[in-house]
C-alpha cells in the first residue's frame, strides 16, 4: 500500500510562489499516478494536476492553473512537487497529493486509492 505524505504549505502574499511536496512510501507499483487536489471552505475537492510516475513523467494540467502550476517529480527522493506561482487569495486551501496504480490520468478524486492527510496554503491579499 502506498503513503503519502505532504508538506511545504504555509501563509505567503498574493503574487507569490510556493512548493508543496508529496513524500511517496511504500510503493508496491511499477506504475502509478500522483495527482494534485484542493479544498476550499465550502467548497467541492478540486483538481490541479497529475504526473505519471514513469521515465518521462508526463503531467496533466487543467486550463484553469496551468498557466501558474506546474507539477515535477524527483524519483531518488521519491517525492512529487506542485510548483505555484502567481497565488491568489482564492488559491487557499487544504492541498492533497493521492495516488493510483494506473498509467493513465484522471481528474476524479473517486480514481484515486491512496490520499494524503493535506497541506494547508493560505494566500493573503
Known amino acids: 500500500q502506498i503513503q503519502l505524505v505532504e508538506s511545504g504549505g504555509g501563509l505567503v502574499q498574493a503574487g507569490g510562489s510556493l512548493r508543496l511536496s508529496c513524500t511517496i512510501s511504500g510503493r508496491a507499483w511499477n506504475s502509478f499516478t500522483v495527482g494534485w487536489f484542493r479544498r476550499a471552505p465550502g467548497k467541492e475537492r478540486e483538481f490541479v494536476g497529475a504526473?505519471?510516475?514513469?521515465?518521462?513523467?508526463?503531467?496533466y494540467i487543467p486550463d484553469s492553473v496551468k498557466d501558474r502550476f506546474t507539477i515535477s517529480r524527483d524519483s531518488a527522493k521519491n517525492q512529487v512537487y506542485l510548483q505555484m506561482n502567481s497565488l491568489k487569495p482564492d488559491d487557499s486551501a487544504i492541498y492533497y497529493c493521492?495516488?493510483?496504480?494506473?498509467?493513465?490520468?484522471?481528474?476524479?478524486?473517486?480514481?484515486?486509492?491512496?490520499w494524503g492527510q493535506g497541506t494547508q496554503v493560505t494566500v493573503s491579499s
Open positions: 493521492a495516488a493510483h496504480n494506473r498509467p493513465t490520468f484522471t481528474d476524479e478524486q473517486g480514481g484515486y486509492d491512496s
Open positions: 504526473i505519471r510516475w514513469i521515465i518521462g513523467g508526463s503531467t
